[in-house]
Structure formats: C-alpha cells, structure tokens
C-alpha cells in the first residue's frame, strides 16, 4: 500500500491512502498541539485493533454474540531498552462461552496480521528519488535468481522470466504495482491481490499451484486489463480524453447513427446484427459511449478481425463493455498462449452456464485417474480435513470441451460452491478449478455461499449467471449432486503445442457454428488477446443494449454533477426523469452516472431515492419528501450518521405538515438528541436554506473527486502512452 505523507503546521502530519487520510500529531510536552494521536499511538492501537478484528471474524462466523467480549492491550516497555516491548492482549470472555470457543477465540487473535509482520520483523528501505510522483519503481521488482527456470504447462517463458518481462511493462508505463495480499492456507493453492498503488481500483487476483505462477496470472491480468482498458469500463475519462484525437485506441472509427437513429453501415456485420438486433429495437444512440459521453461525435467502434475470413469487423465499444465484461481477454508471453488462455476462459464460462442453466449431473472423475495428479490430491485432503467434502467432476460435456469442475460442500452453513476451470490439459483445468476455489479466500470465507435449490427459475435466472461470472458464488441446483449422472465420464486431452492447442479450440467453436472475432494488442510490450464469440460468450444478456445499457449515464451525468448549480425548474425536471425511468430507486449514483466517489462521503453512498429526497427538499415537495424519508428509513443500510439525520428530517417534515404542531417546540429536545449541527442542517433544508446537505459541490471537471482523477490519472499514463506510439509509428 503506498502511503503519501504531507507535512502540516507545527508537528502535525497527514498521510494519504486509498480513501482515507489520518492526521497525527505530537503531545504538547514533545512540542506538538496534542491535536491528533502520535504515529506511535496509531502503531500501537493497529496491534489491538487488528486481534480485535481477528476475534469480531470468528464470533460472526459462529453465531457468537460479542456484546459482552472485550479486549484491551498494554505495551510494557523495557526499562533498559525502550525498543524492547511486550504487547499485553487481554481478553474477557463471557462466563457462558465453552471452552472450545474460548480456545478458538484465542487462536483467532494468533493470526493478527500486524502481530505476525512485527514478530517476522520487517525490514525497511530508505532511499532518495527526484520526484515521487514521476518515480515509477514498481512496489514488486522480481529478478529472476541466477540460474533459476521454472517452467510450467502452457507457458512459453519460465515463471522468472514472466514476472520480470511483466513488472517492467508496467514499470515502464509508470504504473506503481503492489502486492496487497496473500493467501496459501492449502497445500499447491496460492492466491494473491495486486493493485495500482496510485488507483486501488485497478487491481487484479491470482491464483497457482505455486507462489511464483499466482503472480504471474495476477500481472498477466493486470496487463491484459489494461491493455483492453477493461478497468475504465463504465466510467466517464473527462474531457479532456474526450476531446483528444482518439478516446479508447489510435485505431478506433467514428460513425454517425442514421436518421431515424438507424446503426450505421460499417458497424458490426449481418451475422452479429442478427445475434445483437434481432427485433430491430437496438439504434444507434444504445451504442454512444459511455466514457467519453460524446454523442456529437458518435460511436467509438473498434476493429476485430473475423475468424473465418480475416475481414476487418467495428465493434461499438460500448456493445463490448455492457455484453462481455472481462470474459475473452487474456495476456501471453506469445500470442498463441495468450490464446490458449482466452479461448478456454471462454469455454469455462459457456459450459458452467450449460450445466448450471440445464441443471446437468456430472460424472466424479475417478480415483484411479485423480491420482495421477498427487499435488491436486493433497489440496483436495487439506480441504477435507478442515470438513469441507470435494467433488472433483468432468465438465466436458463427454469430451467436447476442456472443461473441469471442483465442488465444495460445507456442512457447517449447508452451502456449496462450484468452481469450474478449462484447459486442454485435463490436469491443468483440474487445478485451475481448486485454485480457483480458494482464491482469496480464508476458511471462514467459505461460509459465505447459498445452499442448492430445487428452483429451476432460481438457477437459471440471468443475473444468478452473473454472480457466477464475478464470484461463483451464485445458486447452484440440488440435481447437479445427484449420484445418477447425465453424461458419461471421459479422461479427455486437448494438449499439444500453443499452436496446436489454439487450432484445436477453434475448431471446437467452427464444429459449433460460432463465428469468432479477434483484437490483438501489442502496444504495451506484451501480447494481449481479445476474442468476441457473439451469441456465446457475453455475460449479460443482449437486451440490455436496450433495456439497462450503462450509456443511461448520458442522460443524468452532467446535470448530477452540476446538480448545486441547477435552478428549480432543471431540478424539477431531473427528478421527473428519474421516476420516469423507473429505475431502481436502490441503484448508487456512482453506477449511474459512472464516477467513482470515495464511499466514504455522501457521494460515495447516495442512490436514486436519495437524491430524488434531496430535490424534494429543495424545492419544498415537503409531503413527496415524508413520503421518500420514511422508504429511505425502511430500507437503509447508509452510514448510522446519514440515519440519524434522515430521523431527524422526517420528525421536523412531520411537524412541519401538522397544523397544530410548532417546530418551536420541539427544537431543545431535537438539538439534544441529534445534536446542534444536525438539526440546524435538517431544519435548514426543510425550509429551503440547505440544499443537498453532505453533497459537495462539483462538476464536470470533476472537482474534488480525489477517486475517480486517480482512475483518470491512471488511464491517461495508458493513453499518452498510446498516443506516443502511434505518433512514433506514423
């Protein structure tokens, strides 16, 4: 995690990361204000806040109430040597709790994270740069040690070699990678969490059998990601990109929608109109981009080269954005390997979506053939032994497609999950579905899954597909853990070469008569893959071209963002907009409008009937806004504070719309309940002087949207990056 330090007046000091700014201070004896704890202080409370944390995740998981557990530290200092220090965790316990939770509370406090980094004893690297922000040393540099290859099915580099070929790409891009997690609790199973230090939110998982291939898959992500500029999806670049040359790729095409809002010749081709536009509903303006917002110049499309015939075919990039998420991308020390990756990505998801959708039995692959794989076997056993029964399945669909699926059922919560995984190695797509698994996961985090159902609707409804895509986490059916299977069990083999395994998967997708097309991307240093198989591979289903397109921004952004600017009469017609739109009323604004706000602002937590509440106020609909305060209340899961207020709101709107009520009083008792500031700000927007309470005013240029510049930051380094290169190409 990078954390930026700002020097403030006396001795205070701010640090800066992700969303969160801590002040520190000095005591008055130290010549400080006494305004803020010490760094120390902080040091200090992270130990016991951190075992704490540790103690709150075991109770939640066991039911156990923690009303009445507290905890405290104490650091006894060695006279002698005041660097020499005990850290005391004490810990009351209830009377009531038995002896097995009393240990395992115990144990819990044992995996603080903090306590384990100060036992292993960090070590620190203090060194001098010209500029922090142009300094671009990546936080994960992995030279590969001298004489070390470690090669691995499908790749065409060792691990080594791989890591450091990636971590200079990025390095050279200015993009500050670091490691913010790992995770290897079963044997062969490792998992890690990178991200941008600069923008948290462009990060990536990985996941391998070994340390070394898990950072591999996480930067080989990370790479293809942005190559494929998939972390901007949905957000506005600000105009500034909007404005330049190009938005997405020096390569993209500009085309005007018809007259009659008709798709314009030269977008897509006669067989993706018929998958995309069946019905003739889909227009033009469903395909204006959300990023750059421009409808004046309008669709941004993007060339991909059609399988069979190697013609050139324009994809909207808002199609791609809204159908296909992140399926159909993948990076590779070559091309064919990045292929390889990508076609069985495509494949894992298509296949997962039949079986699930067609609550298909599938075979146990058996433990004659299981055993040919020993580091599967024993991460299998690990996840046993903790009590969580696997099933290990064949998922070719009788050896069509290279495809496997781990299942694991926990008896504690009766929930279960399927992870599926491809490959044309039988071997490989066995352990991509185990790593998969327990990717990011800790045992606790294997609580979380939802029981099977015997609800086919349940199972094959679209967004259970979605939650399956992002997680795995969705439904899946009782029929799937039948012992009577619907296919017979096949010890299949696609492997071969790169090339030869690409040959292979294609083939199965033209035996299926699905047309494929390709972008490739090489401007970054590393070849980067992009397949689009049109009726097979998206994620969300093509109606949301028409129905639920993320360009519904355009029509609210500039206006929200200006929303302290507007007069009544714009407000009054924005809020007719959004009841006319009839959308969820629970949807944040950020999704809406596709900014990021820090969520721990107003911004960060607002959604449609919040802000459909705020205009009320401000125009004084006081009977509409009693209405929407009470249906906030209901369903609120917003900071405690924003409750507080909306209480307080909808008691002063009651009063204000009862005639025989006087605000008056009831003021001193309000004031002592919900505090002087508080009700000075409700009364004030029930009576129209404060507008948009807790909203801070911004724009179009994104004013004091920290967050969402950092994201645009990031994107620009990628963009002038590109620019750079077509203009050295030209």
Partial sequence: MEIKVNFLDNLRLEAKFDDFTVITDQPIRYKGDGSAPSPFDYFLASSALCAAYFVKVYCVARDIPTENIRLSQNNIVDPENRYNQIFKIQVELPEELSDKDRQGILRSIERCTVKKVVQTGPGFEIETVDNLDEDAQALLMAEPPEGQSTWIEGKDLPLEQTIANMTGLLNDLGMKIEIASWRNIVPHIWSLHIRDAASPMCFTNGKGSTKESALCSALGEFIERLSCNFFYNDQFFGEAIADSEFVHYPNEKWFQPGPKDEIPQGVLDDYCLEIFNPDGELGGSNLIDTNSGRADRGIVSLPFERKSDGETVYFPSNLIENLYLSNGMSAGNTLPEAQVQCLSEIFERAVKREILEQELTLPDVPQEVLAKFPEIVEGVEALEAQGFPILVKDASLGGQFPVACVTLMNPKTGGVFASFGAHPSFEVAIERSLTELMQGRSFEGLNDFMPPTFSSHAVSEPNNFVEHFIDSSGLVSWRFFSSKTDIEFVEWDFSGTNDEEVANLFGILEESGKESYMAVHEDLGAPVCRILVP???????????????????????????????????????????????????????????????????????????????MIDLALGLHEDALDRVEMFLQYNDNTVVRGLYYQATKAVLEITLDDELELEDYLYNFRRMFGEETIAAVVGSVEGEVRFYGLEPTNMQLEGLDRHQRLIESYQKLHAHRAALAAKQS
């Fill in 535 to 613: 009726g097979y591979s998206e994620v969300y289903p093509v109606e949301d071209l028409v129905w639920d397109n993320t360009n519904m921004a355009l029509d609210y952004r500039e206006d929200i963002l200006n929303l302290h600017r507007l007069d009544d009469e714009q407000l009054s017609d924005l809020s007719e907009r959004l009841e006319e739109s009839q959308l969820d009323d629970h949807m944040d604004i950020k999704t809406l409008i596709g900014i990021e706000f820090d969520e721990n602002t107003v911004w960060g937590q607002l959604t449609i009937l919040e802000l459909k509440l």
